[in-house]
C-alpha cells in the first residue's frame, strides 16, 4: 500500500512550471475526480441494492415464521437484524475502503507523473492529451496495485502530455495492468537481453535467462503480446559500426529462429528505458554513429554478449543450407569495406577468418569485431557433425558458455 498525505497531488501541482506539466494538471483535473466519483456512484449503487435485497429478504422471512410462531420470531428476528446490520456494515466498509484505496493508487501516479514531465528535457513541447484515452487509462490505472507497475504507469501519463513522446496505444494500455511483479520482471529481463540488438536468437534467449536464474516464460509473455517468436531467413546483427548479415537462398528449408519485442512491447519498453528508442531510432537510419555505439555499449553491448551470440548462431546453422555471410564496416555515416562469403553444405569451418582484416575506426567495434569473428574462425570443425540434434546444440553451448 502507498501512503500519500491528502495535500501531496495539490503541493505537486503547485511546484510545476512546464507546459507539459501544467497540460497534465488540467487533464487530472477533468478526468481524476469524474474517474473516482464514477466508480463511487456504481460502488453507492452495489450498497443500495444490497440494502434492498437484504430488506426484501428480512420481510419475507418475518412473515413466514410468524405464521409459524410469532413470539418465537420476534426474538428471531432481533438476532437476525443484528446479523443483517453487522453484514450491511461490512459490506459498506469493504466499499469504502476499495474507493480510498483506489484513489490513493490513482493520486500517486498522478503526482508522479507531473514531477516525470516537468523534469523532461522536451518538456515546454506540451500537447493536449485526449479525454478518452485519459478515460480508459484511470480505469486501467485503478485495477493496477504493484508499486513497480504504478512507476510505469506514471511515465506512460507524463509522455502522454509530451509532443514528442509516444503515446501508449489502448492495447499496451490493457497489457500493463494484467502485470504482476512475476510478468514484469521476466519482461524487464527480457527487454534487457535483447537492447543491443533489435533480436536475439531464441536459445539464447532461454539460455541467457538461466544464467542469471531468471525465471522466463516465454510462452507467457508470448500470449500477454509482448514477445513474439520469428523465423526467418536472414538475420542481421549490428556490432557498434560492423553489421552482420546471415541470408538462406530462398530454395534452402532453413531458417532463423529469434525472438523480438511486439509493437506493444516495444511501446511498453520504450517508456521503461528512453535509451532503447533512441537507439531504435538511430538504427532505422541505416548509418553507424557515435550515438549508436554510446548507446549500444550503455545497453550491455561487451565481449561476453558477442561471443554467445557468435555461438548461437553457430549453433543454428549448424545442419543447414547454403548460407550467404556479409560483414560490413560503416564509418560514422559513410559506406566503409565489406566481406562477403558463402557458406555452403558439406563445410567444416565457417569462412570468415578474412574478416577481420576489415578496417573499423571506432577502438570498440575492432574489439568487438575481433571476439565475434575468432569465434567463428575458432570453430573446432571435428565438432560439426555433433550439432545435427537440439540435444547436441545444448551440449556445444554448454560446453563453451561464457563464464
Given at each position: 500500500m502507498i501512503e500519500i498525505p491528502g495535500t501531496q497531488l495539490e503541493k505537486a501541482a503547485g511546484e510545476i512550471t512546464s507546459e507539459a506539466g501544467k497540460t497534465l494538471i488540467g487533464a487530472i483535473r477533468r478526468r481524476l475526480d469524474a474517474a473516482v466519483a464514477v466508480r463511487s456512484a456504481s460502488d453507492e449503487a452495489k450498497a443500495e441494492e444490497i440494502h434492498r435485497d437484504i430488506a426484501h429478504e428480512g420481510e419475507i422471512r418475518r412473515r413466514r415464521d410468524?405464521?409459524?410462531?410469532?413470539?418465537?420470531?420476534?426474538?428471531?428476528?432481533?438476532?437476525?437484524?443484528?446479523?443483517?446490520?453487522?453484514?450491511?456494515?461490512?459490506?459498506?466498509?469493504?466499499?469504502?475502503?476499495?474507493?480510498?484505496?483506489?484513489?490513493?493508487?490513482?493520486?500517486?501516479?498522478?503526482?508522479?507523473?507531473?514531477?516525470?514531465?516537468?523534469?523532461?528535457?522536451?518538456?515546454?513541447?506540451?500537447?493536449?492529451?485526449?479525454?478518452?484515452?485519459?478515460?480508459?487509462?484511470?480505469?486501467?490505472?485503478?485495477?493496477?496495485?504493484?508499486?513497480?507497475?504504478?512507476?510505469?504507469?506514471?511515465?506512460?501519463?507524463?509522455a502522454a502530455a509530451i509532443r514528442s513522446r509516444p503515446i501508449l496505444s489502448p492495447k499496451a494500455l490493457d497489457t500493463l495492468r494484467f502485470f504482476d511483479l512475476r510478468s514484469y520482471h521476466m519482461f524487464a529481463f527480457s527487454v534487457g537481453a535483447m537492447a543491443p540488438f533489435e533480436y536475439l536468437p531464441a536459445d539464447m534467449l532461454e539460455s541467457e535467462a538461466a544464467k542469471f536464474s531468471v525465471d522466463l516464460d516465454l510462452a507467457l509473455m508470448v500470449e500477454l503480446g509482448l514477445l513474439k517468436e520469428n523465423r526467418q531467413k536472414f538475420a542481421t546483427f549490428n556490432i557498434a559500426d560492423m553489421v552482420c548479415t546471415f541470408s538462406y537462398d530462398s530454395g534452402v528449408n532453413s531458417e532463423f529462429r529469434v525472438y523480438q519485442l511486439t509493437y506493444v512491447g516495444r511501446s511498453i519498453a520504450d517508456l521503461m528505458d528512453q535509451r532503447a528508442a533512441r537507439l531504435s531510432k538511430a538504427r532505422n537510419s541505416g548509418a553507424a554513429s557515435e550515438e549508436l555505439i554510446k548507446l549500444q555499449m550503455s545497453l550491455g553491448l561487451n565481449a561476453d554478449l558477442v561471443k554467445s551470440l557468435a555461438r548461437y548462431l553457430i549453433a543454428q546453422m549448424a545442419d543447414t543450407g547454403d548460407c550467404d555471410i556479409t560483414v560490413r564496416s560503416v564509418s560514422r555515416g559513410s559506406e566503409g569495406e565489406s566481406f562477403s562469403a558463402r557458406r555452403s553444405l558439406p563445410i567444416d569451418e565457417f569462412p570468415l577468418a578474412p574478416m577481420q582484416s576489415l578496417d573499423f575506426v571506432d577502438a570498440n567495434t575492432k574489439e568487438l569485431a575481433r571476439f565475434f569473428l575468432t569465434e567463428f574462425e575458432d570453430f573446432n570443425r571435428n565438432q560439426l557433425p555433433y550439432l545435427y540434434t537440439d540435444d547436441e546444440r545444448r551440449k556445444y553451448l554448454k560446453s563453451n558458455s561464457v563464464p
Open positions: 410468524l405464521e409459524e410462531e410469532r413470539r418465537h420470531q420476534e426474538r428471531k428476528e432481533i438476532a437476525h437484524r443484528v446479523e443483517l446490520t453487522e453484514l450491511a456494515r461490512r459490506g459498506m466498509h469493504r466499499i469504502e475502503e476499495q474507493i480510498i484505496d483506489e484513489q490513493r493508487r490513482l493520486e500517486w501516479i498522478a503526482s508522479r507523473s507531473l514531477g516525470i514531465a516537468d523534469s523532461d528535457p522536451d518538456r515546454d513541447n506540451a500537447r493536449e492529451i485526449p479525454d478518452d484515452w485519459l478515460k480508459r487509462f484511470f480505469k486501467y490505472a485503478a485495477d493496477v496495485d504493484e508499486g513497480t507497475i504504478l512507476e510505469v504507469l506514471a511515465q506512460c501519463l507524463a
